[in-house]
């Protein structure tokens, strides 16, 4: 069973940044597709950004060119950079890798001044 392990929410300013990590346990990491989704209190979770396991890339609208999604298949690694950062932003966000249907524990972002 793969484990995904968030990392990297604080709370930060309106137009900062951050970058979220999320961490794979197991070696089939690099086969599959991967996705953060976001979850705001009283809103159903959204897909922000996916990754196939070839590196391309897609986002939804609200963070396209300020959010950028990468995964390094050496270290396991999934990340999300966040520029820009805009009160709206501010949920848990989590990792999934798809596939196999796996989530991480979520990691929470607030952007409030």
């Known amino acids: 069973q793969v484990q995904l392990v968030e990392s990297g929410g604080d709370l930060v300013q309106p137009g900062g940044s951050l970058r979220l990590s999320c961490a794979a346990s197991?070696?089939?990491?690099?086969?599959?597709?991967m996705g953060w989704y976001r979850q705001a209190p009283g809103k159903q979770r959204e897909l922000v950004a996916f990754i196939s396991s070839g590196g391309t890339t897609t986002y939804a609208t609200s963070v396209k060119g300020r959010f950028t999604i990468s995964r390094d298949n050496a270290k396991n690694t999934m990340y999300l950079q966040m520029n820009s950062l805009k009160p709206e932003d501010t949920a848990v966000y989590y990792c999934?890798?798809?596939?196999?249907?796996?989530w991480g524990q979520g990691t929470q972002v607030t952007v409030s001044s």
């Open positions: 197991g070696s089939i990491f690099s086969i599959y597709p």
């Open positions: 999934k890798l798809h596939g196999i249907g796996s």
